[in-house]
């Protein structure tokens, strides 16, 4: 069994998928799962984050603040 990984921040999250660093601190839009060479078959994670998660061929926006999404 692997180890647990606890994200805290968009930016941690952004730094264990090997994707640079985020936009925005508060909310960011992944259109698509960055490529990684890590094995995420065996990955168990928490988190202090809300996730949402859409489906494909939606069409449409969100407003966090003054910027849309």
Request: glycine residues 6%; proline residues 6%.
């Amino acid at each position: 069994m692997s180890d647990i990984i606890h994200i805290e921040s968009i930016a941690q999250t952004y730094a264990f998928l090997g994707a640079g660093a985020p936009p925005h601190p508060q909310i960011t839009v992944m259109r698509q799962w960055p490529r990684s060479s890590r094995d995420h078959t065996q990955l168990t994670f928490t988190s202090d984050l809300y996730y949402l998660a859409l489906k494909h061929n939606i069409s449409g926006s969100f407003q966090y603040g003054r910027s849309r999404y």
